[in-house]
Nanobody, 120 residues
Framework: QVQLVESGGGLVQPGESLRLSCLAS????????MGWYRQAPGKQRELVAY???????NIAESVKGRFTIFRDNAKDTVYLQMNSLKPEDTAAYFC??????????????WGQGTQVTVSS
């Protein structure tokens, strides 16, 4: 059994920063790509950023230059550093990870989400 647990969301004012964390735990042999998605009310879930096991990243144009994704492989954790937040960044943020378990099964797991609200 594998779990992803996000933390770090909250209510901030425009221009402020937040750092989201996502910890993977359980029967993990290895983790490939890890990513962050977000979903605002009434909108589809969209990719924010992902990072490969080797550290290559892909950042959505809408957040490029403001958000950074990085990971600590020793801790099975991925982070999303969000700077210069805007009201349009308000959404539920979800992490996911492509995980190979000790059983040999490979699956994409999702966290439960953490809310980020940017408002004055």
């Amino acid at each position: 059994q594998v779990q992803l647990v996000e933390s770090g969301g909250g209510l901030v004012q425009p221009g402020e920063s937040l750092r989201l964390s996502c910890l993977a735990s359980g029967s993990i042999f290895s983790i490939n790509d890890m990513g962050w998605y977000r979903q605002a009310p009434g909108k589809q879930r969209e990719l924010v950023a992902y990072i490969t096991s080797g550290g290559s990243t892909n950042i959505a144009e809408s957040v490029k230059g403001r958000f950074t994704i990085f990971r600590d492989n020793a801790k099975d954790t991925v982070y999303l550093q969000m700077n210069s937040l805007k009201p349009e960044d308000t959404a539920a943020y979800f992490c996911n990870a492509d995980i190979i378990e000790y059983t040999g099964w490979r699956r994409t797991y999702w966290g439960q989400g953490t809310q980020v609200t940017v408002s004055s």
